[in-house]
C-alpha cells in the first residue's frame, strides 16, 4: 500500500499545453512538497505546502486537505520543463514519496 | 551559501568494500536526511537527523548501512560490505525545521 499516490505515471504534452499532475494520499500531514528531478539527476524543491495554493511564475499547486488531494499545474509547457516531478508527504516525523510522473514536453 | 555539499559524486567499487559517503548540509540547517534513488524503487528515505541525533532510520535497508552525524556540518553514510544491490544514487537533503529541503547533488555508486 502506498501513503502517496501520484498520476499520471507518464505524460506527454505540446509545448504550450496546460499541464496537471495529480498527487493523493492516505495519512495525515503536516506538509506537502512538489519535487522535481531533471534528467542530469538534481532534486529541485518547488513547492512546499500545507493548505490552500502556491504560485511560482508558471507553477501552480494546490492542495486540499480535507480531499487529501494536490494538483501541480504548469501553465504554458515549455521543453526545458521535461523532469520527473515528485510529491512527498510529511507527518511531522514521517516522510511518504510517490513514485513520480515522468513529463515530456515536445516542441 | 555552496548548497548541500555531498562528495565522491561518483563511486565506483567492488563487492564487499566499505564505501563511505558524506555529506556537508547549508549552514543553519538542523535537519539532515539521506536518501537512496534507484530506477525500481524511486526515491527512499534512509535516515534523517534532527540536531545531529538520528530520529528515523527506519528506511536504513540493513546492518550493513551505517549513517554519523558527528557535528552540525558533517554527515557520513557507511556502507560495509557494499554489494551490488547497493548501487544507487545515493542524495543528502538539509532543512530548516524539516520544512523545505534543499538537495545535494546526490552520489552515484556503483557496484561491482
Known amino acids: 500500500k502506498n501513503e502517496v499516490e501520484q498520476s499520471p505515471q507518464n505524460l506527454t504534452a505540446q509545448e504550450g499545453e496546460f499541464i496537471t499532475i495529480n498527487c493523493s494520499y492516505s495519512v495525515g500531514i503536516s506538509a506537502l512538497h512538489w519535487l522535481q528531478q531533471h534528467p542530469g539527476g538534481g532534486i529541485v524543491s518547488l513547492f512546499m505546502l500545507s493548505s490552500g495554493k502556491k504560485k511560482h511564475g508558471r507553477l501552480i499547486a494546490t492542495i486540499n486537505i480535507q480531499e487529501k488531494h494536490s494538483s501541480l499545474h504548469i501553465t504554458a509547457s515549455h521543453p526545458r520543463d521535461s523532469a520527473v516531478y515528485i510529491c512527498a508527504v510529511t507527518t511531522g516525523n514521517q516522510f511518504y514519496f510517490g513514485t513520480g510522473t515522468s513529463l515530456t514536453v515536445i516542441p | ?112
Not at chain 2, 6 to 30: F, Y
Not at chain 2, 62 to 80: C, G, H, V
Open chain 2, 1 to 112: 551559501d555552496a548548497g548541500v555539499i555531498q562528495s565522491p559524486r561518483h563511486e565506483v567499487t567492488e563487492m564487499g568494500q566499505e564505501v563511505t559517503l558524506r555529506c556537508k548540509p547549508i549552514s543553519g540547517h538542523d535537519y539532515l536526511f539521506w536518501y537512496r534513488q534507484t530506477m525500481m524503487r524511486g526515491l527512499e528515505l534512509l535516515i534523517y537527523f534532527n540536531n545531529n541525533v538520528p530520529i528515523d532510520d527506519s528506511g536504513m535497508p540493513e546492518d550493513r548501512f551505517s549513517a554519523k552525524m558527528p557535528n552540525a556540518s558533517f554527515s557520513t553514510l557507511k556502507i560495509q560490505p557494499s554489494e551490488p544491490r547497493d548501487s544507487a544514487v545515493y542524495f543528502c537533503a538539509s532543512s530548516f525545521s524539516a520544512w523545505e529541503q534543499f538537495f545535494g547533488p546526490g552520489t552515484r555508486l556503483t557496484v561491482l
